[in-house]
């Protein structure tokens, strides 16, 4: 009983997509963005919030394992750290070393961009900087930014290149005239206090006067000793007070507070050289960051969570884009952006976005010169689907409030355990009332890190691989290549399931980078056959595991070119189609048993390309007997591949005149003359009556155009009929 309450604990699979990409990003390089794709807002807010939960926990393990010469410091207040922080600011450089620009440990801060809060204003990316102001505010407190604005920042260091140096000193004095500011400043300080207690204690001098002799001499030389006492009093009470009066300054108008002005006034906010100061604000903290690198000795790197940015205005999405590719990818910046949308509403509204022209402005093109890492968390599966549904349906709560009972729960199962009567049902039924996309599991995933990182060196190493020439030459492909690797491997080995050849994990992750479009075409056509055998209990060639992807890919290139005016953003995105094909059919033979191994571990292919294709094929078909089932249109790739007596067949089943069957065999019509000919001159040869030439159309040709606005949710078909698609054919085919 105990093993049964256990199994529904056991981690579901956005938990393991969490635990890979947490993984993944601890061993990322800043600057860095991932985009994070879902349908479901819900599925996103929880692998967000399972992902920090894991990314605190590593970054926890790696301290504790950590067995350096000088540990990490402490990162919850205290007085000691506050005033070595202070003087360290005041009287000291960090000097940029290789040992401290490669610390082992790591802290992350996350910062929740919420881009709906910040919809209402013109310039919605300036929301970014202010919400990082308001983190960094929170996580090292304002005194110490404006204390470090104040004593260390120099704006002029921007354009000058940072110097790594060799050695083990990570800290070099401040000097004034080759003396140590902090010696000078012990100086300003001790001195005038030790004639000032030497004053008072002891008096001025009062020397004596001779009889006849003036006072002026004398009272001039008290004098000049009282100046030279109140100068050197005045020296550092001067620079005292000039500190002091910055601090302020600084303290009462911060950048956050100048922000929000200049995008409140639209004279400012209108001028180029706005967004160029926040740009310097942006480099401000940047340069914090790594002043408190080298305190902290560790690697801090800021986790910027950007969310519902796919409600927002095409122009406003396009700014924010564009703010992540200038303000937050700068070569040492340390921040991590995480953009967690759905993607097929951001593809959409970024294609109608004002300025939209060329084709490196559309939805994907911007996006790939932006994302360093794609996630796009995979559909469902049914007991999933059916998990949720039954927590859906059993309760009135909201499923992310229910998390909280999990733990008393789990407490009360554990410690019931005795009693199997009485503790497995109650334990059963309120798991089963938990939602299981929320609820944390206590079953650890026990990945090795060790063993991830050798196989992706070994996969990146391996010199003998044919994989490097269909490599694309941008190191930002390379990257996201790199990192896919790294999740695909985390994520297999937390199902449990057996590692292919590692070079056939790099080739699928490599073919899903680089041929997008015709992975995801491949994939729907396995999806169909599967479908449609399960329909008709027939075509159980089609569905045979060890069938190449070539092959299901040459079976339906045609129809792919039919659809290829309604998809040309989605083949725009695939590399050289003869590369395609000795990729598959010379280097790396897939078959559909592979295909259903990576399905599930690929997170690098956007699942929104698929749905479309699969709108355009018209899988979403009726799948009554009725009427609907005899005259809903044929797949274009059906009707391709029918010879003449296909055609009869079909004629035969849709209970035709056998007169026309006899048409067809003497002018030896098959399924390409039907899909190429020309629809007029079909009917005269036919001779129909105006029924049945209605129904052949809707069969054999598709949709007529003038119906098809109103009928296209009722019959799932090209949202362009099959001979007008089948014009732009006559040309050239598919290789």
Same mark, same amino acid.
Request: charged content about 25%.
């Given at each position: ?18 635990? /890979? ?36 926990? !590593? ?5 504790? &394992? ?33 040992? @401290? ?37 929170? @996580? ?17 260091? !921007? ?59 004398? +009272? ?5 000793? &009282? ?10 009470? /001067? ?68 969310? #519902? ?21 700068? !070569? ?18 970024? $294609? ?40 859906? #349906? ?49 079953? /650890? ?16 190493? @391996? ?49 899903? $980078? ?87 571990? +690929?997170? $690098? ?13 018209? +899988? ?17 790739? +059906? ?15 849709? !209970? ?10 003497? @002018? ?68």
């Amino acid at each position: 009983m105990f093993h049964h309450t256990f199994i529904m604990y056991k981690s579901t699979k956005d938990d393991i997509y969490a635990y /890979a990409l947490s993984k993944t990003l601890t061993k990322v390089s800043s600057p860095a963005t991932v985009g994070l794709y879902s349908e479901c807002q819900n599925r996103i807010n929880m692998i967000l919030r399972q992902m920090e939960v894991n990314m605190k926990q !590593e970054t926890s393990r790696i301290e504790q &394992e950590y067995k350096g010469k000088f540990k990490p410091r402490s990162t919850s207040p205290s007085l000691t750290g506050f005033l070595a922080l202070i003087g360290r600011m005041l009287f000291y450089r960090p000097i940029w070393t290789k040992e @401290n620009q490669h610390h082992h440990n790591i802290r992350f801060i996350y910062v929740h961009f919420s881009a709906w809060h910040f919809a209402g204003s013109d310039l919605l990316w300036a929301g970014i900087a202010i919400r990082l102001f308001q983190a960094m505010q929170m @996580n090292f407190g304002t005194l110490q930014l404006i204390l470090y604005r104040v004593a260390q920042h120099i704006e002029e260091e !921007e354009v000058k290149k940072k110097i790594v140096e060799d050695g083990t000193n990570h800290w070099r004095s401040k000097k004034v005239c080759c003396c140590p500011v902090w010696l000078l400043g012990l100086s300003l300080l001790v001195v005038p206090l030790i004639i000032l207690v030497f004053l008072l204690s002891f008096g001025y001098p009062s020397p004596e006067i001779e009889p006849g002799q003036g006072v002026n001499g004398t +009272t001039g030389q008290v004098d000049m000793l &009282e100046g030279l006492v109140i100068a050197s009093l005045g020296v550092p009470a /001067a620079s005292a007070l000039r500190f002091i009066f910055l601090m302020v300054k600084n303290l009462i108008f911060n950048q956050d507070v100048n922000i929000k002005r200049g995008m409140d006034n639209e004279r400012v906010s209108s001028q180029l050289g706005f967004m160029n100061e926040v740009r310097k604000e942006m480099w401000f903290l940047s340069c914090f960051i790594q002043f408190m690198e080298v305190f902290e000795r560790r690697r801090i790197r800021v986790v910027l969570k950007i969310t #519902t940015l796919d409600r927002c205005s095409p122009k406003k999405i396009v700014a924010v884009l564009d703010a992540i590719n200038i303000l937050l990818s700068d !070569e040492e910046s340390p921040f991590i952006s995480i953009l967690a949308v759905n993607p097929e509403v951001l593809v959409q509204k970024v $294609n109608f976005a004002d300025g939209c022209f060329s084709k490196e402005d559309r939805a994907y093109a911007l996006l790939n010169s932006i994302v360093t890492l794609a996630f796009t968390v995979p559909p469902l599966c049914e007991d999933s689907k059916r998990s949720l549904f039954y927590s859906l #349906t059993s309760n009135s709560k909201i499923p992310e409030d229910i998390s909280t009972r999990t733990d008393k729960v789990r407490r009360r199962g554990l410690k019931n355990k005795s009693s199997p009567d009485v503790s497995s049902v109650e334990t059963g039924l309120e798991m089963k009332e938990s939602n299981p996309l929320i609820d944390k599991p206590p079953a /650890a995933l026990d990945v090795k890190e060790e063993e991830v990182e050798m196989l992706v060196k070994s996969i990146v190493a @391996n010199n003998d691989s044919n994989i490097n020439k269909y490599m694309s030459e941008d190191a930002m492909s390379m990257r996201r290549v790199i990192n896919s690797i790294r999740m695909t491997v985390i994520i297999m080995k937390a199902l449990k399931r057996e590692l292919p050849q590692p070079d056939y994990i790099a080739a699928w992750v490599v073919m899903a $980078n680089q041929w997008p479009c015709r992975l995801s075409w491949i994939i729907q056509c396995v999806e169909d056959a599967q479908q449609r055998a399960n329909i008709d209990q027939s075509n159980v060639a089609n569905i045979d595991d060890l069938k190449t992807l070539w092959k299901v890919f040459s079976e339906s290139r045609a129809e792919l070119y039919v659809m290829s005016t309604q998809i040309e953003d989605l083949l725009e995105q695939d590399g050289d189609p003869e590369m395609f094909e000795t990729f598959l059919t010379v280097d790396f033979k897939f078959t559909i048993k592979d295909l259903k191994t990576f399905e599930v571990v +690929t997170v $690098n292919l956007d699942h929104t390309i698929r749905k479309e294709l699969a709108q355009i094929r018209g +899988t979403s078909r009726l799948k009554d007997s009725g009427w609907m089932r005899k005259l809903a249109p044929l797949p274009i790739t +059906t009707i391709i591949n029918m010879n003449t007596e296909d055609v009869c067949k079909e004629l035969e089943r849709m !209970e035709y005149p056998s007169k026309y069957a006899d048409i067809v065999r003497s @002018n030896k019509l098959n399924g390409s003359a039907l899909v190429f000919g020309d629809a007029d001159d079909l009917k005269n040869l036919l001779d129909m009556t105006l029924g049945e030439w209605a129904t052949f159309r809707l069969h054999f040709l598709g949709l007529p155009s003038h119906l098809r606005p109103q009928y296209k949710n009722m019959l799932p078909t090209p949202p362009h009929s099959q001979h007008q698609l089948a014009h732009h054919y006559s040309s050239s085919m598919v290789k």
